[in-house]
């Protein structure tokens, strides 16, 4: 991450690279449509959040892609198969470092500006949207999984324009959000809590007939 700093600084020739009156993707598709910045911006990322979820759906369910889910569930299972783990944990990274550069020029073009320090704080924001589209909207099946990220993302976004707008101030949005990841974390606890409990209760009145 420290290195990836210098090379960003590279590729974009200064700290701060300013978009404004350029054409973007969003510009060219709301041009083409008739539609507004919002509303393109909208449309851009529901259609590559769509597209993104099948092709993953399908590759993840390729041989290699399952070599790489599979080593992440049992790396020693996996090794035992013959695969080389190294490999695979490899193509995972550079997968998932593709995925964030796109997001990361989407996010660009849709507000205007690049900065070298924009990523600072994303992994948290990260790992609070997947927790929490995992608590709420995942269940067993791999592509609701998939779907669940982005619906963790929009609900987390929303959770953060609500508590903007009943006044919190901008400066305690950081606070706010690792409160968020600490909250997130304790849901799957949680969850399983309340199904133990269910299952003790379920027991009892079970003894309790007898």
Excluded at 57 to 62: I, K, L, P
Excluded at 118 to 135: C, D, N, R, W
Excluded at 136 to 156: D, K
Aim: proline fraction near 1%; hydrophobic fraction near 50%.
């Amino acid at each position: 991450m420290i290195a990836l700093y210098s090379v960003n600084l590279r590729v974009m020739g200064k700290a701060n690279l300013s978009l404004l009156r350029l054409e973007t993707a969003y510009t060219r598709i709301g041009e083409g449509l008739g539609l507004d910045k919002t509303w393109s911006v909208i449309l851009v990322g529901a259609v590559m959040s769509a597209a993104l979820v099948f092709i993953l759906y399908w590759f993840f369910g390729t041989e290699l892609g399952s070599a790489i889910r599979a080593t992440g569930n049992n790396p020693n299972m996996v090794r035992a198969q013959g695969i080389h783990t190294d490999t695979t944990v490899i193509i995972g990274l550079m997968l998932s470092n593709g995925l964030v550069a796109l997001s990361g020029s989407l996010i660009a073009q849709a507000q205007n500006y690049a900065d070298v320090q924009m990523g600072v704080g994303a992994i948290v924001i990260g790992l609070a949207s997947l927790i929490i589209g995992e608590v709420l909207f995942a269940r067993n099946h791999f592509f609701s999984r998939l779907v669940s990220m982005i619906l963790g993302a929009v609900t987390y976004r929303i959770i953060i324009a609500l508590v903007l707008r009943l006044g919190m101030p901008a400066d305690d949005l950081k606070l706010f959000t690792a409160l968020t990841v600490v909250v997130a974390l304790f849901l799957p606890r949680l969850k399983e809590m309340r199904s133990q409990a269910r299952h003790i209760t379920k027991g009892n009145n079970h003894h309790a007939d007898h």
